[in-house]
């Protein structure tokens, strides 16, 4: 058991808020000793479901109550005495989860925040939801995104938008920004997102949750049109607690053999209640990259609320040392522009041929991604490519120094839900879409694993902010690790939680 966190509250059939209040091992530790039903726990999810989605916006395309609540039934009697099927499948056992747009399950539609993809139910799951079925968790639906996954702000013309889980004012972050708001405001135990240029960090940032993007191939993507170059992007866990989060990685992690660049070292994520120590922290050596000597534009309260969470660090013993990168970042983020393009444009090249209308009804920022690669030609992304090669090198070299590297994870604090995106942060313009989220794009680029950790919040006491760390690539058990030993020290911070959304949003 984690040690990091005091024993849940005793589950109690009369209060399904106090079922969605327990996170996924005291749930399933509940299922598996008969002490709550999954249909018990299943009802409780679909009322505060009911109750609070109609407001966020977070799960879209859920399924009917019935057809939920018997699957819950089929579940139960796995774990009846004498069934056929006698005992669990796995620990997420009758436990809900809604699945990212982004990924398929099978009778669910796959749209992507898309109107043109409305109707394209998916004929079968995508590995990670199988693996999560196998496991034994139930799919209720999907969990909101951009349009198409751009841009680090959750709406689409399909579903809304979904607002943050603490302000219903601002923006809930993205593009996995519904499954972060189901997850902090307990419409599910954990979550899967997908991470590209931040996509899972920064919505877990902004929502006050744990997000892990994981090492490149430690999470495989199948189907996918492309095997061998669409790396960039990959599906990750997301939780309230590291224990939860480990947890839904090693479900999550594992390679396939229709996936041919997934890791296959068999790497381990448990947790030791020796890792939720603080003492386990002692000797730690973080590289603190700030605001990358300047180059990164960032608001006023972000660097001070990471700072805050560094000093967590530093009162286990841990040592914290400013570092830089080697590498001209101008020319790294003309290289990141060429390597987006070149994987985005295909994807809005496929909506493109799907009727004659269809440019009419793709978003300005994808179309635009499509049109500046058109002159793109193989030489500029493997000149590209060679600048990430390098770019990996520098960070081999910083990590013989220091065991993790720290940047926040956002830029800027969460925006007004009726903005697209930041014209400016700290009266830099911002002169693309996504430059406001360029502290997420280094680890990516570095095919490493990245965690966000709830930091603190803005002045304002409603808007959360993350502190990213970022491991050698594979070296994921020791993001977690570390992220265990934070969680003991940051009980209080941890502790918070958002109010219940008021009305649906403007």
């Known amino acids: 058991m984690n040690a990091s966190r005091p024993p849940s509250p005793a589950p109690s059939p009369d209060t399904p808020d106090g079922i969605t209040d327990l996170d996924a091992h005291a749930l399933s530790a509940a299922i598996h000793a008969r002490q709550l039903s999954c249909r018990e726990v299943m ?16 799960i879209v395309n859920l399924a009917p109550d019935e057809r939920l609540l018997a699957q819950a039934d089929r579940h139960d009697a796995e774990l009846a005495p004498g069934h056929a099927r006698t005992g669990s499948r796995g620990w997420l056992h009758g436990i809900p989860q809604a699945i990212k747009d982004a990924a398929m399950a099978e ?8 109107p043109l993809l409305a109707g394209a139910v998916a004929p079968h799951d995508g590995l990670m939801a199988a693996r999560m079925k196998a496991a034994g968790a139930i799919v209720i639906g999907k969990t909101n995104m951009p349009e198409l996954g751009l841009g680090s702000h959750t709406f689409n013309p399909l579903f809304g938008a979904t607002p943050n889980a603490w302000d219903a004012t601002v923006s809930a972050g993205g593009s996995s920004g519904g499954a972060a708001v189901a997850l902090a405001q307990r419409l599910l135990p954990v979550a899967d997102g997908s991470d590209f240029m931040g996509s899972l960090r920064n919505p877990a940032a902004w929502n006050h949750v744990f997000g892990l993007r994981p090492s490149q191939g430690r999470v495989p993507l199948w189907p996918a049109q492309e095997l061998w170059i669409s790396q960039l992007g990959t599906e990750g866990p997301m939780a309230r607690s590291v224990r939860d989060l480990a947890a839904l990685l090693a479900t999550q992690a594992g390679p396939d053999p229709r996936t041919p660049l997934a890791l296959a070292d068999g790497a381990s994520f448990a947790l030791s209640p020796a890792h939720a120590d603080p003492a386990s922290l002692r000797g730690l050596r973080i590289g603190w990259l700030g605001d990358l000597g300047g180059h990164l534009a960032l608001e006023d309260g972000i660097l001070p609320a990471c700072q805050a969470a560094l000093a967590r660090f530093e009162s286990a013993g841990a040592e914290v040392q400013p570092v830089r990168f080697a590498v001209d970042l101008d020319a790294l983020w003309q290289a990141w522009l060429v390597w987006r393009r070149a994987l985005v444009a295909p994807r809005v090249a496929a909506l493109l041929a799907l009727r004659p209308d269809a440019r009419q009804h793709i978003k300005p920022e994808a179309l635009w991604e499509h049109d500046q690669a058109q002159g793109l030609d193989a030489m500029a992304l493997l000149r590209a490519g060679e600048l990430r090669s390098r770019f990996h090198d520098a960070c081999l070299a910083l990590w013989r120094q220091v065991d993790l590297l720290a940047l926040p994870v956002t830029q800027a604090w969460p925006f007004a839900l009726g903005e697209r995106w930041p014209a400016q942060i700290a009266g830099r313009p911002m002169d693309t879409y996504h430059r406001w989220m360029e502290s997420t794009l280094y680890a990516t680029f570095a095919g490493a694993p990245a965690i966000s950790l709830p930091a603190g919040f803005h002045a304002n006491g409603r808007w959360p902010a993350g502190l990213q760390l970022i491991a050698p690539p594979r070296a994921d058990a020791r993001l977690l690790q570390a992220a265990a030993a934070y969680e003991t020290l940051a009980a ?14 403007a």
């Open 43 to 58: 009802a409780a999810y679909l009322a505060r479901i009911h109750r609070l989605n109609p407001a966020l916006r977070a």
């Open 107 to 114: 009778g669910f539609a796959t749209t992507v925040g898309s």
């Open 492 to 505: 209080g911070l941890l502790a918070r939680r958002p109010p219940a959304p008021a009305g649906p949003p």
